[in-house]
């Protein structure tokens, strides 16, 4: 997995690296219908999808559910994990997120690497990354209802677009935990290929402090794209 794709699963769960920074500058998201809405986490449901990119032949596929449920200060948290394939050896990662439902905070981000123990990892955005994410979540906009058909299936969806440049999202009620059907911007296309109703978690042994050090080993030997 290269670098890029990896900071894009970190900090926005695929969405344009916007909802993940500016929840965590205490944004109000509900203050208008905006795209982190599409946020809807039910314990052991999830899916597949599929990403292509216009710069590579062979797409990229990402498993995205729910493995757990804890109180974070008196709000329900979700544990959000993703996988995705190691580009040489095909074992997978694992990065896991807890996440406050109402409010969409990220508490907690924990990855686990093929062949190394789980880090924590640290989550504190720069002022300049605020401010760049706070800019680009401000231009999404809800533009209509409408029918998509999916390797996964039909599905009604609500179309959300960013007002600036390329994206178009098209997400659904009843797809946990983010309602993402279809993704379409001028790089990349993300496409749900199947539905999952019995996820479980990943991740195991105890949790180390993030290691700098052995996180750029890991992405120095990582091949570039």
């Not at 795209?35 to 990403?51: L, Q």
């Not at 990349?188 to 042994?205: N, R």
Request: proline share 6%; net charge neutral; glycine share 8%.
């Amino acid at each position: 997995m290269n670098r890029k794709f990896f900071l894009l699963l970190i900090a926005a769960f695929g969405l344009c690296c916007a909802g993940a920074a500016s929840a965590q500058m205490g944004m109000n998201f509900f203050k208008k219908p905006n795209i982190a809405d599409i946020f809807r986490p039910e314990v052991g449901k999830g899916g597949v999808w599929e990403i292509s990119h216009a710069k590579r032949d062979k797409p990229d596929t990402l498993d995205w559910y729910v493995v757990g449920k804890e109180s974070v200060a008196g709000k329900d948290g979700y544990w959000v994990e993703m996988s995705h394939a190691d580009e040489r050896s095909g074992q997978p990662s694992y990065y896991k997120m807890l996440v406050t439902k109402d409010d969409f905070q990220f508490h907690r981000v924990i990855m686990q690497m093929p062949g190394m123990p789980a880090m924590e990892m640290p989550w504190n955005p720069s002022d300049k990354t605020r401010t760049r994410m706070d800019k680009e979540l401000e231009k999404w906009s809800r533009v209509g209802t409408e029918s998509i058909t999916v390797p996964a299936g039909t599905f009604s969806c609500q179309h959300w677009k960013k007002n600036e440049g390329t994206g178009d999202v098209w997400a659904s009620e009843k797809i946990s935990p983010i309602g993402v059907v279809k993704m379409v911007n001028s790089d990349e296309t993300m496409t749900l290929v199947k539905i999952t109703s019995d996820a479980t978690e990943h991740i195991t042994g105890p949790v180390q402090p993030f290691d700098p050090q052995a996180f750029r080993r890991m992405l120095k030997a990582e091949p570039q794209h």
